[in-house]
């Protein structure tokens, strides 16, 4: 499914939203990322002040990932790109076919090691 994200506070709610649908406590995702349960409460309140190395260490391990999509936008409107969330997506779709959605991510996530990131 796609997420499109606007702002950090967007991203704030779609990772509560993944931690949850997991299953997951907030400790129980840091001992999967190797941080405590302090630090994920910090991550998922402000994840604007985050290290983007530490926000897909979290996404990582919720089954979840980021994707950059280039959107052509008619340049006589005022129209936003719509910058979305694919989990699983690679390839970059050519200039005349519409976007491929892309499947899910079915691998379970990895545990990291505490300082990889």
Do not use: C
Not at 23 to 30: D, F, I, K, N, P
């Amino acid at each position: 499914m796609d997420y499109p994200l606007y702002t950090t506070e967007q991203l704030r709610q779609q990772l509560r939203s993944l931690r949850r649908k997991r299953g997951l406590t907030q400790a129980r995702l840091g001992a999967l990322i190797g941080v405590t349960q302090a630090r994920v409460v910090e991550i998922e309140a402000n994840p604007g002040s985050v290290s983007l190395q530490q926000v897909m260490q979290v996404l990582h391990a919720l089954g979840a990932g980021f994707v950059i999509r280039e959107v052509q936008a008619d340049s006589a409107s005022d129209v936003r790109p719509d910058p979305v969330h694919v989990p699983g997506a690679t390839a970059r779709p050519s200039p005349k076919a519409p976007p491929a959605k892309a499947p899910a991510a079915t691998a379970p996530p990895a545990k990291l090691k505490k300082g990889s990131w």
